[in-house]
């Protein structure tokens, strides 16, 4: 069964820390890897990963995917309250578009 | 312009009635998906349609029909409603095989007493 997990799956830093999250996953008919942040409302897109070792950057945030080892991270520096959020990774299959999405980091950022 | 929009945000309802909720994406994407998000956070697929057909339909109860009247539209019904029904149902959208995820509408938060 395909299954996608992220650790931790909660985590409390202060203002300017740098942060790494986790993601791995066994899914067949892998297409890409996503990472979405979800605030209040809906998840919002951060990055899509398809290749191995190459690092996709945004800001201060930055992910990278390791197809090897089937996982992927996502680091943010000198974190601000406003990256208080669910980071949500998912893996999107070539069958029928379906995408699987992990439990969430809970990463609060407190001043 | 909201891209993909969903009514009601809220809904309260008892146990045992039925209810529906609406999407609707101006993307001109052709594929639309409702997703269930638990107490949890947990964010999990129910149905998918490309093109106004079922391609997605996880192991869902019966009591819930999803209906897309168009490419642009994808409603779900959900009869006899249980407690457990409670969570925030999101409706997303794509264009199909393109990948790179889903645009999601801002959720419906759905509680049943």
């Known amino acids: 069964e395909d299954k996608v997990v992220q650790s931790p799956l909660s985590l409390v830093v202060h203002e300017g820390d740098t942060v790494t999250l986790n993601c791995s996953y066994e899914?067949?008919?892998?297409?890409?890897l996503l990472w979405y942040k979800q605030e209040k409302k809906a998840p919002t897109f951060l990055f899509m990963l398809?290749?191995?070792?190459i690092e996709k950057k945004s800001g201060r945030l930055s992910s990278i995917l390791d197809k090897k080892e089937l996982s992927s991270i996502l680091n943010i520096t000198a974190t601000q309250t406003g990256d208080s959020a669910i980071y949500l990774c998912?893996?999107?299959?070539?069958?029928?578009?379906?995408?699987?999405f992990g439990p969430g980091t809970s990463l609060s950022v407190i001043p | 312009d909201t891209a993909v929009s969903q009514t009601p945000k809220y809904l309260v309802t008892q146990m045992g009635n039925d209810k529906s909720i609406k999407c609707e994406q101006n993307?001109?994407?052709?594929?639309m998906y409702w997703y269930k998000q638990d107490s949890k956070k947990f964010l999990k697929i129910m149905f998918s349609?490309?093109?106004?057909?079922?391609?997605i339909n996880e192991t869902v109860p019966n009591r819930f029909s999803p209906k897309s009247p168009d490419k642009a539209h994808l409603n779900l019904h959900i009869n006899s409603l249980e407690l457990g029904d409670s969570a925030v149902y999101f409706c997303?959208?794509?264009?199909?095989?393109?990948?790179?995820?889903?645009?999601f509408g801002p959720g419906t938060r759905l509680t049943v007493t």
């Open positions: 997303a959208s794509s264009q199909y095989g393109r990948g790179g995820g889903q645009y």
């Open positions: 899914v067949t008919n892998f297409r890409s």
């Open positions: 398809t290749s191995s070792g």
């Open positions: 998912a893996v999107e299959k070539t069958s029928y578009d379906k995408v699987i």
């Open positions: 993307l001109g994407h052709d594929t």
């Open positions: 349609y490309n093109n106004k057909e079922l391609i």
